[in-house]
């Protein structure tokens, strides 16, 4: 049971530090900031919450499991939160689109 | 020139500092000298001297109280510098909020924020109160009652946040955590001992651990007070300033 | 091999060499003053790491914790007081800022020591911050 | 033990505490400020002077506190150098913020006063608790309330190039601190203490010869950015010239010299002479900065135009003198660096303020602007005139009295080379002083460049500049009254 527990944990944590680090490359690799709010946002909610689930698995049915949750709900709120207002900030400020230097010049297939 | 002089003197000191780390004592060893010297003495004995669960809180406060005190006179001293660099906003001078970013906050974040800033504000509460038995304090409380203020400002604006916490509250809070040590200094003063001792001059004997305790818990909510009031003052203090550059470009 | 048991000291070491980097070459004032942050929060965990102890807990006497096993209180107070002290100068000097950009409108700090420079010739080359 | 034992703390959280309720006063009433903050500073010379002759011969005065023993607690520690320091730094900004009043209100926008007060006296606090401190890492923490508050104080003026001095003076003295910081965080690590005499102890059977060495290093590199030692200089005259005259006292006779006396406690009291050959190699480098350090300050403060950076070029100079006298590591050389600081702090305090009467009445910064400044103000110049004999070390002042030692001092020690250097810096003061005196006292001025109702500045601001001559000529005449406790404590220190 332990040792079950134990594993389920790790992998979660795992899989939340995967996402960490897929969305901190991509936020380095992205070329602009619509793109690379793409990633980022990321990090937050699935990497984070993962490893909030998992540290919740490994701690059980205890008072931590508690404060684990309430971390959790924050995090989600306030990181869809910040993307949300960075995104529309971005947007209404006009800050332009990412588009493909070389051959395809043009048309709006940027972002 | 200068590029390369400055990356060699840094190449050099790289080198020096890499050299002293491969011949410093083994990390996380207990022979260390560092785990071995003044600590068993703190680890040991700090709960029945300070009366404190939490030894960092017992030592700060307590055992290395003086260095705190500089540090609260720091945040003071930050303070007055950055007012004296920019100058403090005029009372009564923000007359309302003119919203001159191109983009006013949505509602989705206005929402957020309200909803947030009491339970941060809480939340910097319990960390002030329970520095004394868990990890936390007054500076950590006091960041987050400021961080927590940034958040409102940056999203509702100056006008409304410093008609929440007005000048006139937050000029005599400032110096808060340098006066309530000083006073709880003058208080060993006068029960006897030296300065800057935990201890109430004619109290019962059995009451004074307590008390001591009392008197902790009071130093936090100083220091966490001061330190709140002094980020909030320094950060409308730059908020004006932003948008007299704004009204000037 | 001391240096690869002690990488949290290497790693704090080669930390403060980049902020130091970062002070000195970089022309950007922000930058400069990023580059400070970096050089004290490179010392904060040299200093956390000199306190680490192995299989340590956390220094409160709560329940049953053993006083031989607990981590090293003494840097996490000193640091308490050096991430005040870092907060301070990075809050006096942003305020600089603000005021040097107002009143010259640029942040690159070549620009802003060639403009007009007072009487001090001599004093030019700020640059060698430590040298 | 009497009361007297609490006065060390009391003399440095009085400025402190006086700091802190000094807003209150200038909200209530804001003409009362000036006056209000002359009564911590008082008090703690005051103090000062009510220790004198009570700390044991040979010894120090410690002081616990919270009452927790050393290595546990936080240690005052005041010896006799410690208190003939906090003794010249009461008097220096006690005078300089007498002086301030009048200066302060031309200078200073009235919104930053009472900020001006409030940093003024964190500053002489700091400074008074930077000196006396027996704790290496209280040390840090005063030292970043004094660099705080005079980078505040450079740039109170808040004109373009205030700011930018101030800027400069930011970017040299933050790394600095915090080079200082990681060398108490090596030293921590192979000691475990924090206390100055509990390290000495520990570092004497310490086998951690390279961290102790490199920790040295970096103590010398962090505070020889504070005290301006040569390589390490350029913030120094574009702060001490931009800054107001009073602070450019402050920051000139005092704060250079406070860190500089810290390098002496970090030297003597905890790496102490049974470590010598821990920071042998160290103390040659710094020997050559300093001579370095003495010659180029002379000859940059000889091509100067303008009056103040002349001054703060002398700054650097001198300096160089007190960094001689502490590495020639005999008990004559470090009476003679204590005795330079007391007479350097006066001196350069004096010709600060001067500079700062001719600024007040007429605006005149370059050197030229002063032919014939006598004829107008006769009491300014000359204390100008007393203040730059000492400072070239002329027999009936202190300075004569200092050198004189810092020479035999480094002529004990056997080096020679050292003493010409001091000899031929004194020549190099004697061309830059002498050239003012001259086109004072000498020289005609332009017709209209000294016609003015008013005669000299106000006695307010005549009477620190002439308190603080006269204290050159006072310690140059009655220096027997000093120098023998200066040299036991010396001896005691080495």
């Given at each position: 049971?332990?040792?079950?527990?134990?594993?389920?944990?790790?992998?979660?944590?795992?899989?939340?530090?995967?996402?960490?680090?897929?969305?901190?490359?991509?936020?380095?690799?992205?070329?602009?900031?619509?793109?690379?709010?793409?990633?980022?946002?990321?990090?937050?909610?699935?990497?984070?919450?993962?490893?909030?689930?998992?540290?919740?698995?490994?701690?059980?049915?205890?008072?931590?499991?508690?404060?684990?949750?309430?971390?959790?709900?924050?995090?989600?709120?306030?990181?869809?939160?910040?993307?949300?207002?960075?995104?529309?900030?971005?947007?209404?400020?006009?800050?332009?689109?990412?588009?493909?230097?070389?051959?395809?010049?043009?048309?709006?297939n940027g972002a | 020139m200068k590029r390369v002089l400055s990356l060699f003197f840094i190449a050099a000191l790289g080198v020096l500092l890499?050299?002293?780390?491969?011949?410093?004592?083994?990390?996380?060893?207990?022979?260390?000298?560092?785990?071995?010297?003044?600590?068993?003495?703190?680890?040991?004995?700090?709960?029945?001297?300070?009366?404190?669960?939490?030894?960092?809180?017992?030592?700060?406060?307590?055992?290395?109280?003086?260095?705190?005190?500089?540090?609260?006179?720091?945040?003071?001293?930050?303070?007055?510098?950055?007012?004296?660099?920019?100058?403090?906003?005029?009372?009564?001078?923000?007359?309302?909020?003119?919203?001159?970013?191109?983009?006013?906050?949505?509602?989705?974040?206005?929402?957020?924020?309200?909803?947030?800033?009491?339970?941060?504000?809480?939340?910097?509460?319990?960390?002030?109160?329970?520095?004394?038995?868990?990890?936390?304090?007054?500076?950590?409380?006091?960041?987050?009652?400021?961080?927590?203020?940034?958040?409102?400002?940056?999203?509702?604006?100056?006008?409304?946040?410093?008609?929440?916490?007005?000048?006139?509250?937050?000029?005599?809070?400032?110096?808060?955590?340098?006066?309530?040590?000083?006073?709880?200094?003058?208080?060993?003063?006068?029960?006897?001992?030296?300065?800057?001792?935990?201890?109430?001059?004619?109290?019962?004997?059995?009451?004074?651990?307590?008390?001591?305790?009392?008197?902790?818990?009071?130093?936090?909510?100083?220091?966490?007070?001061?330190?709140?009031?002094?980020?909030?003052?320094?950060?409308?203090?730059?908020?004006?300033?932003?948008?007299?550059?704004?009204?000037?470009? | 091999?001391?240096?690869?048991?002690?990488?949290?000291?290497?790693?704090?070491?080669?930390?403060?060499?980049?902020?130091?980097?970062?002070?000195?070459?970089?022309?950007?004032?922000?930058?400069?003053?990023?580059?400070?942050?970096?050089?004290?929060?490179?010392?904060?965990?040299?200093?956390?790491?000199?306190?680490?102890?192995?299989?340590?807990?956390?220094?409160?006497?709560?329940?049953?914790?053993?006083?031989?096993?607990?981590?090293?209180?003494?840097?996490?107070?000193?640091?308490?007081?050096?991430?005040?002290?870092?907060?301070?100068?990075?809050?006096?000097?942003?305020?600089?800022?603000?005021?040097?950009?107002?009143?010259?409108?640029?942040?690159?700090?070549?620009?802003?020591?060639?403009?007009?420079?007072?009487?001090?010739?001599?004093?030019?080359?700020?640059?060698?911050?430590?040298? | 033990?009497?009361?007297?034992?609490?006065?060390?703390?009391?003399?440095?959280?009085?400025?402190?505490?006086?700091?802190?309720?000094?807003?209150?006063?200038?909200?209530?009433?804001?003409?009362?400020?000036?006056?209000?903050?002359?009564?911590?500073?008082?008090?703690?010379?005051?103090?000062?002077?009510?220790?004198?002759?009570?700390?044991?011969?040979?010894?120090?005065?410690?002081?616990?506190?919270?009452?927790?023993?050393?290595?546990?607690?936080?240690?005052?520690?005041?010896?006799?150098?410690?208190?003939?320091?906090?003794?010249?730094?009461?008097?220096?900004?006690?005078?300089?913020?007498?002086?301030?009043?009048?200066?302060?209100?031309?200078?200073?926008?009235?919104?930053?006063?009472?900020?001006?007060?409030?940093?003024?006296?964190?500053?002489?606090?700091?400074?008074?608790?930077?000196?006396?401190?027996?704790?290496?890492?209280?040390?840090?923490?005063?030292?970043?309330?004094?660099?705080?508050?005079?980078?505040?104080?450079?740039?109170?003026?808040?004109?373009?190039?205030?700011?930018?001095?101030?800027?400069?003076?930011?970017?040299?003295?933050?790394?600095?601190?915090?080079?200082?910081?990681?060398?108490?965080?090596?030293?921590?690590?192979?000691?475990?203490?924090?206390?100055?005499?509990?390290?000495?102890?520990?570092?004497?059977?310490?086998?951690?010869?390279?961290?102790?060495?490199?920790?040295?290093?970096?103590?010398?590199?962090?505070?020889?950015?504070?005290?301006?030692?040569?390589?390490?200089?350029?913030?120094?005259?574009?702060?001490?010239?931009?800054?107001?005259?009073?602070?450019?006292?402050?920051?000139?006779?005092?704060?250079?010299?406070?860190?500089?006396?810290?390098?002496?406690?970090?030297?003597?009291?905890?790496?102490?002479?049974?470590?010598?050959?821990?920071?042998?190699?160290?103390?040659?480098?710094?020997?050559?900065?300093?001579?370095?350090?003495?010659?180029?300050?002379?000859?940059?403060?000889?091509?100067?135009?303008?009056?103040?950076?002349?001054?703060?070029?002398?700054?650097?100079?001198?300096?160089?003198?007190?960094?001689?006298?502490?590495?020639?590591?005999?008990?004559?050389?470090?009476?003679?660096?204590?005795?330079?600081?007391?007479?350097?702090?006066?001196?350069?305090?004096?010709?600060?303020?001067?500079?700062?009467?001719?600024?007040?009445?007429?605006?005149?910064?370059?050197?030229?602007?002063?032919?014939?400044?006598?004829?107008?103000?006769?009491?300014?110049?000359?204390?100008?005139?007393?203040?730059?004999?000492?400072?070239?070390?002329?027999?009936?002042?202190?300075?004569?009295?200092?050198?004189?030692?810092?020479?035999?001092?480094?002529?004990?020690?056997?080096?020679?080379?050292?003493?010409?250097?001091?000899?031929?810096?004194?020549?190099?003061?004697?061309?830059?002083?002498?050239?003012?005196?001259?086109?004072?006292?000498?020289?005609?001025?332009?017709?209209?460049?000294?016609?003015?109702?008013?005669?000299?500045?106000?006695?307010?601001?005549?009477?620190?500049?002439?308190?603080?001559?006269?204290?050159?000529?006072?310690?140059?005449?009655?220096?027997?009254?000093?120098?023998?406790?200066?040299?036991?404590?010396?001896?005691?220190?080495?």
């Amino acid at each position: 049971m332990s040792a079950a527990r134990d594993i389920v944990a790790g992998a979660l944590c795992c899989i939340g530090t995967f996402f960490f680090l897929v969305g901190t490359t991509g936020l380095l690799r992205m070329p602009d900031v619509f793109t690379r709010l793409h990633p980022s946002t990321k990090c937050d909610t699935l990497g984070a919450c993962s490893v909030i689930v998992g540290m919740a698995v490994y701690s059980g049915w205890s008072w931590e499991l508690c404060k684990l949750v309430v971390i959790a709900c924050f995090l989600l709120l306030s990181s869809a939160t910040c993307g949300h207002a960075i995104g529309r900030s971005a947007l209404r400020r006009n800050i332009p689109y990412w588009r493909r230097q070389g051959k395809e010049t043009g048309d709006g297939n940027g972002a | 020139m200068k590029r390369v002089l400055s990356l060699f003197f840094i190449a050099a000191l790289g080198v020096l500092l890499l050299y002293v780390v491969a011949s410093m004592p083994p990390m996380g060893d207990p022979q260390t000298p560092t785990a071995t010297h003044v600590i068993p003495r703190y680890l040991e004995r700090a709960e029945e001297e300070t009366h404190t669960e939490n030894v960092i809180t017992g030592v700060i406060l307590n055992y290395r109280g003086y260095d705190t005190m500089g540090e609260v006179t720091v945040i003071f001293c930050a303070l007055a510098a950055v007012l004296a660099v920019l100058g403090r906003e005029r009372r009564g001078r923000i007359r309302g909020f003119v919203d001159r970013s191109p983009v006013p906050s949505s509602t989705i974040v206005r929402t957020m924020v309200r909803f947030m800033v009491p339970f941060i504000i809480l939340f910097s509460v319990y960390t002030i109160l329970h520095g004394e038995i868990s990890p936390g304090g007054g500076f950590q409380g006091g960041a987050i009652i400021g961080g927590s203020m940034i958040i409102f400002t940056t999203v509702f604006g100056l006008y409304e946040s410093s008609r929440r916490i007005p000048q006139k509250v937050r000029a005599p809070l400032e110096g808060s955590a340098v006066i309530v040590f000083f006073l709880v200094g003058a208080l060993g003063l006068v029960g006897g001992g030296n300065f800057l001792t935990y201890a109430w001059p004619h109290a019962a004997r059995g009451l004074q651990p307590a008390l001591v305790t009392w008197l902790t818990v009071l130093v936090e909510v100083g220091i966490g007070l001061g330190g709140a009031m002094v980020l909030i003052s320094i950060l409308f203090a730059m908020i004006r300033e932003e948008e007299e550059i704004a009204l000037t470009a | 091999m001391r240096l690869l048991h002690n990488y949290h000291y290497a790693a704090a070491m080669a930390l403060f060499c980049i902020g130091l980097y970062t002070v000195i070459v970089r022309r950007n004032i922000i930058k400069k003053l990023i580059g400070l942050n970096i050089m004290e929060t490179s010392v904060f965990f040299f200093y956390i790491s000199l306190g680490y102890l192995d299989g340590g807990v956390a220094p409160i006497h709560a329940g049953s914790a053993d006083p031989a096993r607990m981590v090293n209180p003494i840097p996490q107070a000193l640091i308490l007081t050096g991430i005040v002290v870092a907060l301070s100068v990075t809050a006096l000097a942003l305020s600089m800022v603000i005021l040097l950009y107002r009143q010259y409108g640029t942040l690159d700090v070549d620009r802003l020591m060639r403009e007009e420079e007072p009487a001090a010739e001599g004093a030019a080359g700020e640059g060698e911050g430590g040298a | 033990m009497g009361a007297w034992r609490h006065f060390p703390i009391f003399m440095i959280t009085l400025p402190l505490l006086g700091a802190v309720l000094m807003p209150f006063l200038g909200y209530l009433r804001e003409r009362w400020v000036p006056y209000a903050a002359l009564l911590p500073l008082a008090a703690s010379t005051l103090l000062g002077f009510l220790l004198v002759g009570r700390i044991p011969a040979g010894d120090h005065l410690s002081y616990h506190l919270g009452g927790w023993e050393p290595p546990f607690g936080i240690e005052i520690r005041v010896d006799h150098v410690g208190l003939f320091l906090m003794l010249v730094v009461c008097a220096i900004t006690l005078l300089a913020l007498v002086y301030s009043r009048r200066y302060i209100e031309k200078e200073v926008s009235p919104g930053r006063r009472t900020a001006y007060y409030v940093l003024y006296l964190l500053m002489s606090g700091a400074m008074l608790g930077f000196t006396a401190t027996g704790d290496i890492f209280n040390l840090f923490v005063f030292m970043e309330i004094l660099a705080l508050s005079s980078y505040a104080l450079v740039a109170i003026t808040g004109n373009r190039n205030a700011v930018r001095a101030a800027f400069k003076y930011v970017l040299m003295g933050a790394p600095s601190s915090i080079m200082v910081l990681l060398a108490v965080g090596f030293l921590y690590s192979v000691t475990g203490t924090l206390n100055m005499a509990d390290l000495a102890s520990r570092i004497a059977e310490s086998g951690y010869t390279e961290v102790l060495v490199v920790s040295y290093i970096l103590f010398v590199i962090g505070f020889g950015v504070k005290a301006a030692l040569f390589p390490l200089h350029m913030w120094l005259p574009d702060a001490h010239s931009i800054a107001p005259s009073p602070i450019s006292a402050l920051l000139s006779g005092l704060l250079v010299e406070v860190c500089a006396f810290a390098l002496v406690r970090i030297t003597f009291s905890v790496f102490t002479r049974s470590a010598t050959d821990l920071v042998g190699g160290t103390a040659d480098a710094v020997g050559v900065a300093a001579a370095a350090a003495v010659l180029y300050g002379g000859i940059m403060a000889i091509t100067q135009k303008d009056l103040k950076v002349m001054i703060a070029y002398s700054t650097v100079s001198h300096i160089g003198y007190i960094f001689l006298g502490i590495t020639a590591f005999t008990a004559e050389g470090l009476t003679g660096a204590m005795y330079h600081m007391l007479d350097h702090g006066l001196a350069k305090a004096c010709l600060f303020l001067c500079a700062g009467n001719f600024i007040y009445l007429k605006g005149y910064r370059r050197i030229e602007e002063l032919r014939g400044a006598w004829r107008q103000m006769p009491w300014t110049c000359f204390a100008f005139a007393l203040a730059s004999i000492s400072v070239i070390g002329i027999p009936p002042t202190a300075g004569f009295i200092s050198k004189w030692y810092l020479i035999l001092g480094n002529i004990r020690a056997g080096k020679w080379l050292y003493t010409i250097v001091l000899l031929s810096g004194s020549i190099l003061a004697a061309v830059y002083c002498l050239r003012i005196i001259y086109y004072m006292f000498f020289q005609a001025g332009k017709e209209e460049a000294w016609e003015d109702a008013s005669r000299d500045v106000p006695p307010g601001m005549l009477v620190p500049v002439w308190a603080l001559s006269l204290g050159t000529l006072f310690f140059g005449v009655f220096s027997y009254l000093l120098i023998p406790s200066l040299l036991k404590a010396s001896a005691y220190l080495l």
